[in-house]
T-cell receptor, first 115, second 113 residues
Framework: DAKTTQPTSMDCAEGRAANLPCNHS???????VYWYRQIHSQGPQYIIH???NNETNEMASLIITEDRKSSTLILPHATLRDTAVYYC????????????????FGQGTILTVHP | KAGVTQTPRYLIKTRGQQVTLSCSPI?????VSWYQQTPGQGLQFLFE???????NKGNFPGRFSGRQFSNSRSEMNVSTLELGDSALYLC????????????FGNGTRLTVT
């Protein structure tokens, strides 16, 4: 699987935008970038994913560089409830489809939103 | 739409016993995956089932097994429990393609004493 690199921790003031970076320099052309977050003692929550184009949904925006070697997750107006571990994952797309259900989680970024 | 449901939420077992965990996927999802989360190893993939067939398996011993039923519900079994099996076990369901996200349940917290 393509390896991802994320900062260990980040801080953000409530109401400001939180920009979480991720490097995935070995990503292949058919591999998606997925973002999840996990609040303590809960299961990971899906946030957003993309292949080549920037994506936006009700939770966040995903900006993928043109060379696809890095991406940024943007939470436009962070709240205290956004405090969590954020995981950037490159989802391998094997031709046989045997890895559909396999996500390789790294250590993620601990985002702390301050009042 | 109901999310992924895992039962029980908490479980305490003794070394040597066996345990079965249950997962009900989101309606319409045919793929169910299982993960183990520990403080030391993080989130690790156990196996995935799709249409009652195991499609992929992680690097875990044979004591860890699973199955999927015709209604897509899945069970995971761990035999001869060891202290190191204490973990949060997470189930995720999806439609089963790379453009469909996995949706996770809140897990079963297993403690082995």
């Amino acid at each position: 699987d393509a390896k991802t690199t994320q900062p260990t921790s980040m801080d953000c003031a409530e109401g400001r935008a939180a920009n979480l970076p991720c490097n995935h320099s070995t990503i292949s052309g058919n591999e998606y970038v997925y973002w999840y977050r996990q609040i303590h003692s809960q299961g990971p929550q899906y946030i957003i994913h993309g292949l080549k184009n920037n994506e936006t949904n009700e939770m966040a925006s995903l900006i993928i560089t043109e060379d696809r070697k890095s991406s940024t997750l943007i939470l436009p107006h962070a709240t205290l409830r956004d405090t969590a571990v954020y995981y950037c994952i490159v989802r391998v797309a094997d031709a046989g489809g045997t890895s559909y259900g396999k996500l390789t989680f790294g250590q993620g970024t601990i985002l702390t939103v301050h009042p | 739409k109901a999310g992924v449901t895992q039962t029980p939420r908490y479980l305490i077992k003794t070394r040597g016993q066996q345990v079965t965990l249950s997962c009900s996927p989101i309606s319409g999802h045919r793929s169910v995956s299982w993960y183990q989360q520990t403080p030391g190893q993080g989130l690790q993939f156990l196996f995935e089932y799709f249409s009652e067939t195991q499609r992929n398996k992680g690097n875990f011993p044979g004591r860890f097994s699973g199955r999927q039923f015709s209604n897509s519900r899945s069970e995971m079994n761990v035999s001869t429990l060891e202290l190191g099996d204490s973990a949060l076990y997470l189930c995720a369901s999806s439609l089963g393609d790379f453009n469909s996200p996995l949706h996770f349940g809140n897990g079963t917290r297993l403690t082995v004493t």
